[in-house]
């Protein structure tokens, strides 16, 4: 059974401060999904991260894939109030694509 | 990208009764995906709705309780049934869209159960 674990699950962090999220996962997956949800809304897409090594970017934030660890973290850099939301990672069964098995989330509040 | 639309957004509902959730996407779609999102919690994918065959459940899913229809290839519907509290949640579905490697959600329906 496929299990995602991320750390921490609450991250509270000052504006202009850097941080990292981690995301293990239990066996060999292709597709590993960064979302961010805000209270009350949906999941907002930010990243899709295919391959050992992959890293994107966006903004503030930096994904990054180490599948021979089964690893993947979400950098935040000189976090801005605007990014407080609820991250979750994800990923995807292996059996077909689009079935998704996500990390608890992250809660990140980043203070003045 | 994938326009994703569901009906209703939201809904209270008496215990024992059922609902019916509307997901109804721009593109055509092989699959699409129901997934539930308890209070405070994570995703939980409930099935994969599959156009001219039978949904596929997840562990600890039953189509008795969670009955999908998918008659076309834009639409697909999950029924909520014989209500209790613990279905109050956040359904939302999800589809992947042609041409891209991402997973798209809609905008969720928050079910409260009384």
């Known amino acids: 059974e496929l299990k995602v674990e991320q750390n921490p699950l609450f991250l509270s962090m000052q504006e202009g401060k850097n941080y990292t999220i981690y995301c293990n996962y239990s066996?060999?997956?292709?597709?590993l999904y960064w979302y961010r949800q805000d209270p009350g809304k949906s999941l907002e897409s930010l990243f899709v991260?295919?391959?050992?090594?992959a890293v994107k970017q966006e903004g503030r934030l930096m994904a990054s894939l180490d599948t021979k660890a089964r690893l993947s973290t979400l950098h935040i850099t000189a976090a801005v109030h605007d990014l407080s939301a609820t991250y979750f990672c994800?990923?995807?069964?292996?059996?077909?694509?689009?079935?998704?098995?996500f990390g608890q989330g992250t809660i990140l509040t980043v203070h003045p | 990208s994938a326009v994703i639309s569901q009906k209703p957004s939201r809904d209270i509902c008496q215990r024992g009764t059922s609902l019916t959730i509307q997901c109804q996407v721009d593109?055509?779609?092989?699959?699409m995906f129901w997934y539930r999102q308890q209070p405070g919690q994570s995703l939980t994918l409930i099935a994969t709705?599959?156009?001219?065959?039978?949904?596929?459940?997840e562990s600890g899913f039953v189509i008795d309780k969670f009955p999908i229809s998918r008659p076309n290839l834009t639409f697909s519907t999950l029924t909520v049934s014989n209500m209790s509290p613990e279905d109050s949640s956040i359904y939302l579905c999800?589809?992947?869209?042609?041409?891209?490697?991402?997973?798209?959600f809609g905008p969720g329906t928050r079910l409260t159960v009384l």
């Open positions: 999800s589809v992947g869209a042609s041409g891209s490697i991402e997973q798209f």
């Open positions: 066996t060999t997956s292709d597709r």
């Open positions: 991260l295919l391959s050992n090594g």
């Open positions: 994800a990923v995807d069964s292996g059996t077909s694509y689009g079935k998704l098995t």
């Open positions: 593109s055509q779609v092989t699959m």
């Open positions: 709705a599959n156009q001219g065959s039978e949904a596929t459940y």
